[in-house]
């Protein structure tokens, strides 16, 4: 999940990155907060790397990524090709 705000103190867009699983401990679904990452711009193009590094970063294997959350439904759309093509998978989620 990427929740995407203006960070007043360093006027930098903030994005900070969740990840919701399903935790056989428990038996339910949690989500945990990963990190922030501060970016010029809150377009697409600006957003992918972020993603990507995140998902490499807690190791998840893309092909297990079922669901991307997000606000602003122009940008979603284009994160999600831009996305798909990335994983190699551009024919899901048009």
């Known amino acids: 999940m990427l ?10 867009k903030q994005v900070d990155d969740h990840v919701r699983l399903w935790d056989n401990g428990s038996n339910c679904v949690v989500s945990h907060y ?4 501060f970016i010029g711009h809150g377009k697409a193009e600006d957003l992918l790397p972020v ?8 190791g ?5 990524l079922l669901q991307l959350s997000m606000d602003g439904p122009t940008v979603n759309w ?3 090709r831009l ?4 994983f190699g998978d551009s024919d899901k989620h048009r």
């Open 83 to 86: 996305l798909n093509s990335n």
């Open 60 to 64: 998840l294997n893309k092909s297990n």
């Open 3 to 12: 929740d995407e705000s203006h960070n007043e103190s360093l006027q930098k």
């Open 34 to 37: 990963l990190t922030s990452e």
């Open 78 to 80: 284009k994160l999600v």
């Open 51 to 58: 993603l990507i590094k995140c998902v490499d970063d807690i």
